[in-house]
């Protein structure tokens, strides 16, 4: 069964830095691009940074730019999210799941929510101004 666990979330003040970690399991890692999404209460998921470790190719929304920093771990199975800087609107339930679409790329091209499945369960991440 596919399965992915995100953790590493918690409570920061702002200007601080987490590192979130999502362990997949029951496909082939490399051939499937992994996403982190967040989502606050009243408001749509949104994509927040994904990469294809097929080709390499990342994804930052703009307001996460220059400041999260997405990497995989093939030997691990793992995706993490480095956040640095953090900002009292990052607080938002991180979770992340896997492209449907095999050897996917975001080299010019954006990533389609609906393109996602096997939501892990989310983190919660809190900052604090």
């Known amino acids: 069964d596919v399965q992915l666990q995100a953790s590493g979330g918690g409570l920061v003040q702002a200007g601080g830095s987490l590192r979130l970690s999502c362990v997949a399991s029951?496909?082939?890692?490399?051939?499937?691009?992994i996403g982190w999404f967040r989502q606050v209460p009243g408001k749509e998921r949104e994509a927040v940074s994904c990469i294809s470790s097929s080709d390499g190719s990342t994804y930052y929304t703009d307001s996460v730019k220059g400041r999260f920093t997405i990497s995989s771990d093939s030997a691990k199975n793992t995706v993490y999210l480095q956040m640095n800087s953090l900002k009292p609107e990052d607080t938002a339930v991180y979770s992340c799941a896997v492209e449907t679409i095999m050897g996917g790329s975001y080299y010019g091209k954006k990533p389609d929510i609906r393109d996602f499945a096997y939501w892990g369960q989310g983190t919660l991440v809190t900052v604090s101004s």
């Open positions: 029951g496909f082939t890692f490399d051939d499937y691009p």
